[in-house]
Each structure stands twice: as structure tokens, then as C-alpha cells.
């Protein structure tokens, strides 16, 4: 049996390099990595209030606030009133928002295929049953 201690430290490693490799597709979008993944949140999983971003963002209220305000500055937010909560708002991406994160989606993807590109096929087929694998643990 692995030491499953050992498998887990390297994929926690590993899992960070990757993100952090691929964020720098991301720079050429123009818009920090704050921003970024929360505009992703909207995109990916939907309209939201800024609390439930926030919480999804493991931030502060007034720090995603902040960065909402950005967010809809720039044009890749909309804010609308809560239809249950006069107080609240709903966040929303726009077509904007929604094109620039499938745009840092393909840049990222393209780069992972190139690198997959430079491996043997037996390791891209291994890699491929990893995701499956990992996608089980979701």
C-alpha cells in the first residue's frame, strides 16, 4: 500500500505548481488574479449576491465587495436588485465577463495541450485515468 500521506503532499504540490503555471496564461487578460476568480465563480456557476461570492471566495464581504466593484467598473459585472431582498443585489456576468473568462479557459487549455503533446501517449492515457480518478473524489 502507498503511504497515502506521501501521494497527498504531491498532489497538493503538484496541484499548485500547475495552478500557478497556468495563471500566467491569465496575465494576458488584463485583470488580476482576485478578480479573475471571482468573475470564474459567476461565469461557471452562476448568478450570485456578493455574500455567497464571498464565501465561495473564502474573502470578507467588504473585499469582494471591493472587487465587484471592479469587476463592474470594467464592464464584467452586472449588479441587479434581489427580487426576494430589496437590500441585496445579484451578481451577474456579462457577455464581456462571460468572453474573457472563455478566452483565459481556452489559453489555459491550449497550454496544457501542448504540454501533453511532448509526453508519450501511455503517460497522457495515465494522466487521462488520474483526472477520472480525481474527478470521483469531487
Do not use: C, Y
Not at 32 to 56: E, M, N, W, Y
Not at 60 to 71: D, E, F, Y
Not at 84 to 104: F, K, N, S, Y
Not at 110 to 123: C, G, K
Amino acid at each position: 500500500m502507498p503511504d497515502l500521506t506521501e501521494v497527498a503532499a504531491g498532489l497538493n504540490s503538484t496541484a499548485i505548481h500547475l495552478v500557478r503555471r497556468l495563471r500566467r496564461a491569465d496575465e494576458s487578460l488584463g485583470v488580476t488574479p482576485a478578480r479573475l476568480s471571482a468573475l470564474s465563480v459567476l461565469v461557471f456557476g452562476g448568478p450570485r449576491s456578493i455574500s455567497a461570492l464571498a464565501d465561495a471566495e473564502q474573502v470578507s464581504g467588504p473585499t469582494m465587495s471591493r472587487i465587484v466593484s471592479a469587476l463592474v467598473e470594467t464592464g464584467l459585472v452586472h449588479r441587479t436588485p434581489d427580487t426576494d431582498d430589496a437590500r441585496a443585489v445579484v451578481l451577474t456576468a456579462t457577455p464581456r465577463g462571460r468572453a474573457l473568462m472563455e478566452r483565459g479557459k481556452r489559453q489555459r487549455v491550449d497550454r496544457l495541450v501542448a504540454d501533453l503533446e511532448e509526453l508519450p501517449i501511455a503517460e497522457v492515457e495515465v494522466l487521462r485515468e488520474a483526472v477520472r480518478i480525481l474527478q470521483t473524489l469531487e
